[in-house]
C-alpha cells in the first residue's frame, strides 16, 4: 500500500503523451497523466468527439479512417500528430494498437517511447504459438496443443487422432490472438473445419495474421491470471485475478483475489508467472493468464504485454496505480519496491458494463444515452467513458464501462457491488446490469465454486426473473406519467382535471 | 384514451379513472392508487397502494425507458388507435438478430439451400456469426451486400419454399 506512493513532486517523466485510445481506458491513462503532471494529447473519431477525454485532454486530434476503428489502428496518423505536437510517448492502452511490434517499432524508430514492455517482450508473446514453446521451454505448464500451417486444404484430422492428449473437446485460437478473438470451441470432427475457417477469417481481420493452432479444451476449469510489474532488470507480482466468469471467452465479472487459491497454490502460480515475465526480460505491467484445474494443475495460457481491462481490482486490492507505474518505468524508472514489501488488502470485485441483452444471449444492443447517473460511494470505483447523448453503435466492443468494488471481504464486495448495480441508471441502451446482479446472487457464485462454464452450466437458472405483480404496476403507473403523450394531454386539460400530485414541467 | 405499453411482446393497458391529488389508474383490469412527483425531468417519486418508490426515465420517439428498483425497464408506447405493427413473417425470412455488417455472402438469389447450410458471415460489435438457412428451398433475396451494414430485425435472407409447399400466410 503504503510502499507505492513515491513523492508527490516528481522529475518530469516525460513532456507529452499522446493517448492511443478511446473510450474509458483513454480516461483512465488521462488520470494518470495528469497525476503524474505529464501534458496530454487525445485522439478521436469523429462519432467520439464529444467523449469525455476529448473535452478532458489538455489537446485533442481528429483522427479519420474508413471506420472509427481503422482510424484508431492508422499508424501513420499517430507518428504525424506525435511530431507535429512534440509528443514524446503514447500509451496505448488495451486493444487496437496496444500491442502491435511494429507500432511500437515506428515509434521507437521516431524516438518516441513506446508506454509498455520492449519490442522483444511483444513479438514473442503475441505469437501465442512462439510464447507457448518459450514458456515450455523455460520449464512452465503449457497446455496440449498443435499448431496448423497457414493456408486452406490441410488436413487435420490425422494430426488430431495421432495425439492421445488432443481428445474433444478442443478449442481453436489464432496465433496473434487474445481477449477470446478468434476462438471457438469444437465438440467433434465435423465443427471443426468450420471452426478453422472462421477462427482464420476473425484472425486475419483482427491481427493481420491466419494462423491458428488446436489446443486441447478444459470444460471444467478456471482462468487465473497474475498481475506482474517489471523494469527489466527486476519483476514483482501482484498477485492474481480469478476471471472465470466469462461469456463467449469475455471476460464479464473479475475479483482478487481468487476464491480458489489457498496460500500455497497462490504462491506457486504468481512464481511461476513471475518466472516466466523475468526469462522474457519484461518491463512494464503485463498479465500472465493460466488455466487453473480443479485437481489443482496450472498451464500457462498467454501472457498480454499491455494494462488490461481488469486491472482497477488489483489496484484497489494492492493500493497501486498500474497506469503510473507504466508510464514511470517507460520513463526508465526502477520498480522501487520488492516483493516482500507488495501487500494485498480486502476484496475487490469488476463488473463489465456491456451493451447488449444478456437474457437473449448476449445480442450486441445499439443506442443512445438518454439519461445516465453513475454509481457513487465509499470502496465504489465506475471507470468510464459515457456520456449523455453518446451514441453507442457496432463500431467498438459493446463494453461500455467498469464498475469496480473494494471492501474488507468477498462477501461484503459482492453486497456493495450489488448495491451500485442497483443504483447505476443508464436509460436509452439496453445493458447488462441485472444479468451481472443475477450471477453474484447466485449460490455458486456466492460460495467461489465456479470455472469458465459457469455462465453456460447455469445459463437456465441466470434467466431474466419475471417480475411480481406488484412490481409491474408499479413500472406501468411510472411509465403512464412519463409518457411524453400524457404529459401532454395533462398540460391540455383545464384544472382542476388535470391536477395530479405536484406535477411540475 | 387508454394507452397501451408494450414490453417483452406483452401489451398492458393503463387508463385513468380518476384525476385528483392521488390518481385512480386501471393497470390491466386492476385499480391501483398512485400519487406521483416530479424532482426533474428525469427523475420522480411514485407512491403505490402506500409504498414509495424513486424512478427514473427518459423516452425516445414511442419507446420509453424506465429504471426502478434495479431493474430497467423498455417499453413500447401505443394508442389505442395504433395497430399491432405486426409484419406477416414467412418461415423462410431470416432477421438480423443484431445490428451489424455482412463479412461473407455464400449465397445469391435463385441458389437451392438446405436447412442448416450457412448462408452469410456477419459482424456486430467484434463478434461473428453464421448466418444459417431455416428452411429448405430456393433463395428468393438478399438483404444486405457483404460491407453493408443492417439494423437488428433487418431481413438478410428471404427463403421461397419449393413449390409443392403452400406459402405462408
Known amino acids: ?70 482510424a484508431h489502428l492508422d499508424i501513420g496518423q499517430i507518428l504525424t500528430i506525435c511530431q507535429r505536437l512534440d509528443v514524446d510517448a503514447v500509451h496505448p492502452g488495451y486493444g487496437f494498437l496496444s500491442e502491435n511490434a511494429a507500432f511500437a517499432r515506428r515509434l521507437q524508430e521516431a524516438g518516441v517511447t513506446f508506454i509498455g514492455p520492449g519490442l522483444d517482450a511483444i513479438e514473442l508473446m503475441g505469437d501465442k504459438i512462439r510464447s507457448r514453446d518459450f514458456v515450455a521451454g523455460h520449464g512452465f505448464p503449457v497446455p496440449p496443443s498443435i499448431s496448423l500451417e497457414a493456408g486452406e486444404g490441410q488436413d487435420i484430422r490425422p494430426l488430431v487422432e495421432a495425439d492421445p492428449r488432443m481428445s474433444f473437446p478442443l478449442v ?134 499491455r494494462i488490461q481491462v481488469e486491472h482497477p481490482v488489483t489496484e484497489m486490492v494492492y493500493g497501486v496505480d ?29 463488473c463489465r458494463i456491456c451493451a447488449e441483452d444478456a437474457f437473449n444471449d448476449f445480442l450486441p444492443e445499439t443506442g443512445r444515452v438518454l439519461f445516465l447517473k453513475e454509481p457513487a ?124 400530485g405536484s406535477w411540475r414541467n | ?8 411482446d406483452k401489451a398492458h393497458e393503463v387508463t385513468p379513472l380518476h384525476l385528483g391529488e392521488a390518481t385512480t389508474l386501471d393497470i390491466d383490469g386492476h385499480l391501483v392508487d398512485v400519487s406521483l412527483r416530479w424532482r426533474d425531468e428525469h427523475e420522480g417519486e411514485l407512491v403505490i397502494n402506500g409504498s414509495e418508490r424513486r424512478f427514473y426515465t427518459a423516452q425516445d420517439g414511442n419507446t420509453l425507458y424506465l429504471h426502478l428498483a434495479g431493474r430497467t425497464w423498455i417499453f413500447q408506447c401505443e394508442d389505442e388507435f395504433a395497430g399491432a ?19 461473407e455472402l455464400n449465397v445469391a438469389p435463385g441458389d437451392c439451400v438446405e436447412p442448416g447450410q450457412g448462408l452469410m458471415l456477419i459482424e456486430s460489435m467484434k463478434l461473428q456469426t453464421e448466418i444459417r438457412a431455416s428452411i429448405a428451398g430456393t433463395v428468393s433475396a438478399i438483404g444486405a451486400e457483404v460491407g453493408e451494414s443492417f439494423d437488428k430485425g433487418a431481413v438478410l435472407v428471404d427463403i421461397e419454399p419449393p413449390a409443392s409447399t403452400a406459402p405462408g400466410a
Open chain 1, 1 to 70: 500500500m503504503a510502499a507505492f506512493e513515491k513523492d508527490p513532486v516528481e522529475p518530469t517523466l516525460f513532456r507529452k503523451v499522446l493517448i492511443a485510445n478511446r473510450g474509458e481506458i483513454a480516461l483512465r491513462v488521462l488520470r494518470a497523466l495528469e497525476k503524474l503532471g505529464i501534458a496530454s494529447v487525445a485522439i478521436y473519431h469523429d462519432s467520439d468527439r464529444n467523449s469525455p477525454v476529448v473535452r478532458q485532454a489538455g489537446e485533442a486530434v481528429e483522427i479519420a479512417g474508413d471506420s472509427p476503428s481503422a
Open chain 1, 377 to 500: 460511494g465509499e470502496g465504489v470505483r465506475f471507470d468510464s467513458g459515457l456520456y449523455q447523448g453518446q451514441q453507442v453503435t457496432t463500431a467498438f466492443d459493446p463494453m461500455l464501462a467498469k464498475l469496480v468494488v473494494h471492501a474488507p471481504t468477498r462477501e461484503a464486495a459482492i453486497s456493495r457491488m450489488l448495491t451500485a448495480l442497483e443504483d447505476f441508471v443508464l436509460l436509452g441502451v439496453r445493458v447488462n446490469t441485472e444479468y451481472l446482479a443475477g450471477v453474484l446472487r447466485h449460490a455458486c457464485f456466492a460460495d467461489g465454486e465456479f470455472d469458465t462454464a459457469f455462465l453456460r452450466n447455469f445459463s437456465a437458472e441466470l434467466c431474466e426473473a419475471s417480475p411480481a405483480r406488484e412490481q409491474l404496476q408499479a413500472a406501468l403507473a411510472a411509465a403512464y406519467f412519463s409518457d411524453r403523450t400524457t404529459k401532454l394531454l395533462q398540460r391540455a386539460t383545464p384544472e382542476p382535471y388535470g391536477a395530479i
Open chain 1, 322 to 350: 498500474l497506469v503510473a507505474e507504466q508510464v514511470r518505468i517507460a520513463a526508465g524508472e526502477s520498480l522501487g519496491i520488492a516483493q516482500a514489501e507488495v501487500s494485498a488488502s480486502g476484496h475487490a470485485i469488476e
Open chain 1, 172 to 305: 481453436v485460437k489464432a496465433s496473434a490472438g487474445g481477449g477470446g478473438k478468434g476462438m471457438n470451441i469444437v465438440h467433434s470432427f465435423d465443427e471443426l473445419e468450420s471452426a478453422i475457417r472462421v477462427a482464420a477469417s476473425e484472425a486475419k481481420k483482427y491481427f493481420g495474421d491466419a494462423r491458428v493452432y488446436l489446443e486441447r479444451y478444459f470444460a471444467s476449469a478456471r482462468h487465473i491470471e497474475v498481475q506482474v510489474l517489471g523494469d527489466g532488470a527486476d519483476v514483482v507480482h501482484l498477485g492474481e485475478r480469478e476471471c472465470s466468469i466469462q461469456r463467449r471467452f469475455q471476460k464479464v465479472i473479475e475479483e482478487a483475489p481468487s476464491p480458489a487459491l489457498d496460500e500455497a497454490a497462490r504462491r506457486d502460480i504468481c512464481e511461476a508467472a513471475v518466472g516466466i515475465a523475468r526469462a522474457a526480460g519484461y518491463s512494464s505491467a503485463g498479465t500472465v493468464e493460466f488455466l487453473y484445474t480443479p485437481g489443482g494443475e496450472f498451464f500457462f495460457l498467454e501472457m498480454n504485454t
Open chain 2, 85 to 103: 405493427g405486426d409484419q406477416g413473417s414467412s418461415a423462410g425470412r431470416i432477421h438480423a438478430p443484431m445490428p451489424g455488417v455482412v463479412v
Open chain 2, 1 to 8: 384514451m387508454q394507452p397501451r405499453y408494450v414490453c417483452d
